[in-house]
């Protein structure tokens, strides 16, 4: 059976790639978080339910 591996990246190259992960993760959750809330807020008003109503749908 062959082993595959990772090509050899010295340590610094190692470490710069992890902070762009991260960076672009946190990025997507604010944006995702930010546009699902401003969206549900938006259909809440826009069919006239108060919070109670708003709570129970989301």
Do not use: C, R
């Not at 990772?6 to 470490?15: E, F, S, V």
């Not at 997507?28 to 339910?49: C, P, Q, R």
């Amino acid at each position: 059976m062959a082993v595959l591996s990772a090509p050899a990246l010295n340590d610094g190259q190692k470490l710069n790639k992890v902070p762009e992960v991260a960076l672009l993760f946190w990025i997507v959750k604010i944006a995702g978080t930010t546009l699902g809330e401003t969206g549900g807020d938006a259909v809440s008003m826009s069919m006239n339910f108060g919070y109670l109503e708003h709570f129970v749908i989301s």
